[in-house]
């Protein structure tokens, strides 16, 4: 297994550019969900979804859009980037927790991101 | 809502010293709680958890113990060594919570000296 792949590894980005991080996971994971890592904030959550078809909201969603057409694949965009959005992106994975016990949430290599 | 507080860092030791990292949260209900590692260039794995209150969680010679009575979750190695030399992230993941949704604090940074 793969695991959880994420492209690119780097991006340097103009302002109001638009770009898509990629995610896959070969686990057949029905939980993913995208984070942004900034110095002293830790991770935290911009989109998830748990399952194909099924997208909402985290705590900081604005700027973002993801969807699910596949169990395999999360791809985050990036409408009009700006400046704030300079930071370490990181897509995770696990079973649903309708699974007995608590399901390990699996972490990509993650993609820094550079707006300028 | 929910919140994890970590100590400040960066921290600084020799090999062979004693670590502690702590971490307090604030949660509705009866939280589980995590410690991710985060090594240099790497995504976060999972080191240690916790599902309920007097549980330790213990890997790799890393323990934590979940008391509920302070909030905490503190983590603690008896003798580090250079390769455990990374950021530590503590997590939660409330009670009431579908799903595999979790709060991080802000994340310490460890680095060992030979």
């Known amino acids: 297994n793969a695991g959880v792949t994420q492209t690119p590894k780097f991006q340097v980005l103009k302002t109001g550019q638009s770009m898509t991080l990629q995610c896959a996971q070969d686990?057949?994971?029905?939980?993913m969900s995208w984070y942004r890592q900034d110095p002293g904030m830790g991770l935290r959550l911009i989109h998830y979804?748990?399952?194909?078809?099924?997208?909402d909201q985290g705590e900081v969603p604005n700027g973002y859009n993801v969807s699910r057409s596949t169990t395999e694949d999360f791809p985050l965009r990036l409408l009009s980037a700006a400046p704030s959005q300079t930071s370490v992106y990181f897509c995770?994975?696990?079973?649903?927790?309708?699974?007995?016990?608590?399901?390990?949430?699996?972490f990509g290599p993650g993609t820094r991101l550079t707006v300028l | 809502g929910d919140s994890v507080t970590q100590m400040e860092g960066p921290v600084t030791l020799s090999e062979e010293a004693f670590l502690t990292i702590n971490c307090t949260y604030t949660?509705?209900?009866?939280?589980?709680l995590f410690w991710y590692v985060q090594y240099p260039g790497e995504g976060l794995q999972l080191l240690l958890k916790?599902?309920?209150?007097?549980d330790k969680g213990s890997n790799k010679g890393f323990e934590a113990t979940y008391r509920k009575e302070t909030t905490s979750f503190h983590l603690e190695k008896g003798s580090v060594q250079v390769s455990d030399s990374a950021v530590y992230f503590c997590?939660?993941?409330?009670?009431?919570?579908?799903?595999?949704?979790?709060?991080f604090g802000q994340g310490t940074i460890l680095t060992v000296h030979p």
């Open positions: 995770a994975s696990s079973y649903s927790t309708k699974r007995v016990g608590y399901n390990e949430q699996f």
């Open positions: 686990m057949n994971h029905e939980y």
């Open positions: 979804s748990v399952g194909a078809g099924i997208t």
């Open positions: 949660a509705t209900g009866y939280p589980s």
């Open positions: 916790a599902t309920k209150a007097d």
């Open positions: 997590a939660l993941r409330s009670g009431g919570t579908s799903y595999g949704k979790l709060t």
